[in-house]
């Protein structure tokens, strides 16, 4: 398991046998999603639970795409923190 879904699981509160839904749609993620992409040589500091999201093999192509702006997916992180730390 990639360490980037190891802390986006902890941070969440997930185990490995939980299926994890997308957070755009709400079927099953496929990825966690750099927002910021690591680019090549993987910057670690992206690795935050702050730049990370689940998403579906469709919203994170649309993401990919800019279909899905970079500001919506982060706004999307910013409630689900939210509401993680109530």
Do not use: W
């Not at 935050?48 to 279909?67: F, P, Q, V, Y």
Request: proline residues 1%.
């Amino acid at each position: 398991m990639k360490k980037h879904t190891k802390i986006y699981l902890a941070a969440c509160g997930y185990s490995t046998c939980d299926i994890i839904v997308c957070e755009i749609c709400g079927t099953v993620a496929v990825d966690i999603h750099h927002i910021d992409p690591r680019g090549i040589g993987g910057s670690k500091h992206k690795d935050n639970i702050e730049n990370l999201i689940a998403l579906c093999r469709d919203c994170h192509d649309n993401a990919e795409a800019g279909k899905i702006t970079r500001e919506e997916l982060f706004e999307i992180v910013r409630l689900r923190i939210c509401r993680l730390l109530q």
